[in-house]
């Protein structure tokens, strides 16, 4: 059967190697069950109905690649994805956000998952891609990778608050900052090594210590940094908090908001999907050697997996579902063919049982501002999490090195990628990133006289985005 499905022989790997191989993957990419649910209930979403839609779109997407596409590719919920939806998109408006409910958020993502599924049975999004210069590209991926840091920095107690120079330094006496530098030590030191699964289980091996430490301190230091949940194993959480909430927020995405910011949206979910589906499916495939001529066989159907993911995800209550880079892990261990990506879906599915185990380690810590070293009262307070703070400051460093690929020596290049970088941190906000980026690139060309650089469709997004600055 394995044969027939799979053509094992044609691809000179075996069942072992496949299987493997997916195990593998699914230890490289399995943070992200933990850290999904921690991240988007800070949109306002039920922990347990993410962590339900995660596993169960992801498992559903990674079987759909494996049988349709024959490829060793798994897909889970994307990074930096899941920042826009929560912190852009869902988030508030004195932070820099739009306010958006998750509802509406899920409602525009569903809208870019169905023009992505459409643009990859046409064949149209490679035309798509090229459009958007490479310098946006490179710098759209290190400002959201920045930004995750960032957050990691905040949600482990590094970096706080300051009345006058807005951010400063934690108290790094504090369990909160001392558990968060431990755990980033100890996942350095793991992928420092090349163990693979180095992200889980160093987000396992902080749990462990955190919840040690609590054992001992947790009187004195008034709060716990790791609650036991009582088991770790249990049967299938509640998954309708989120499911189906995505049909709610047609309404109010079409009607409440100016369709300038509505096409925004929905047009940034579908350019951050297509760069990281379309460069993960070309890398990883060619790290397997299955890239032919150029072209990386059966594509159209590794595309419309994930775009069908996706809108599977928005309909459960997730973010994104793209390609995972993580892929790269289960191929190295002579991972070929889908059957990989199948094997690792049903782990994947097989991870629901676990909810306690993700409710433990990716549980948030309640503790005072003045706690963390920052000069306030105490009753202000502040939410952490230093068991997956390391991770997300880790993942920062993993979208770092495409910053020397952008054109410095250009400044139409430069600037634009400059100003999509820096805004989004400092504006905390991607879509402001993203504007500023395509309005100066098209403004700069133009001054210079090269209308010829500008594609159509960057030229109509930058006035789009002109008005989008405008009215937020």
Not at 28 to 54: N, R, S
Not at 164 to 188: M, R
Not at 354 to 366: A, D, K, N, Q, R
Request: aromatic share 10%.
């Amino acid at each position: 059967m394995f044969e027939r499905l799979f053509h094992l022989r044609e691809h000179n790997t075996t069942v072992g190697r496949e299987v493997t191989g997916g195990v593998i993957t699914f230890m490289a990419l399995c943070y992200i069950v933990i850290v999904q649910p921690a991240v988007l209930a800070g949109a306002g979403m039920d922990h347990g109905g993410v962590f339900v839609a995660t596993c169960v779109c992801s498992a559903f997407a990674c079987i759909l690649m494996g049988l349709w596409s024959n490829l060793p590719i798994a897909l889970a919920p994307a990074m930096g994805h899941n920042f826009f939806f929560a912190f852009t998109v869902c988030g508030a408006v004195t932070a820099g956000g739009l306010g958006w409910s998750w509802q509406e958020a899920l409602a525009a993502n569903l809208v870019a998952g169905a023009v992505f599924t459409l643009l990859a049975a046409g064949g149209l999004q490679e035309a798509l891609i090229r459009g958007i210069p490479d310098s946006l590209k490179y710098a759209i991926a290190v400002g959201i990778g920045l930004l995750i840091a960032f957050v990691g920095l905040q949600w482990g107690g590094i970096v706080v608050d300051h009345a006058h120079k807005y951010v400063q330094l934690g108290n790094l006496n504090s369990p909160i900052a001392l558990l968060t530098v431990f755990g980033l030590l100890a996942t350095g030191i793991l992928l420092a090594y090349g163990l693979r699964g180095a992200l889980l289980y160093g987000v396992l091996l902080t749990a462990a210590v955190g919840l040690l430490a609590s054992h001992y301190g947790a009187e004195s230091w008034g709060y716990r940094l790791v609650t036991w949940k009582g088991a770790v194993v249990s049967g299938l959480p509640d998954g309708g908090g989120t499911a189906f909430g995505v049909f709610a927020g047609f309404k109010a995405l079409f009607t409440d908001n100016p369709w300038t910011k509505w096409i925004t949206i929905i047009f940034i979910f579908l350019i951050l999907d297509l760069f990281d589906t379309v460069g993960t499916l070309v890398g990883v495939a060619e790290r397997a050697g299955l890239v032919k001529n150029g072209t990386v066989p059966r594509a159209k159907q590794a595309l419309l997996s994930d775009g069908i993911g996706t809108m599977a995800g928005a309909v459960m209550g997730t973010s994104t579902i793209t390609s995972y880079v993580e892929s790269a892990a289960g191929i190295s261990a002579g991972a070929r063919t889908g059957l990989a990506p199948v094997v690792t879906g049903l782990l994947l599915g097989a991870a629901l049982f676990f909810y306690p185990l993700v409710e433990m380690v990716g549980g948030t810590v309640v503790v005072s501002a003045q706690s963390l070293g920052v000069n306030t009262g105490p009753e202000v307070q502040v939410f952490c999490h230093p068991v997956i703070a390391p991770v997300l400051i880790i993942i920062g460093c993993y979208m770092m090195p495409v910053v020397a690929k952008i054109k410095w020596d250009d400044m139409t290049e430069a600037l634009p990628a400059f100003l999509t970088i820096v805004v989004m941190q400092f504006a905390m906000s991607i879509s402001h990133g993203i504007a500023w980026g395509f309005v100066s690139y098209v403004l700069l060309k133009l001054v210079r006289g090269r209308v010829r650089d500008i594609h159509p469709l960057v030229a109509v997004f930058a006035v789009l985005f002109v008005v989008f600055l405008v009215t937020t």
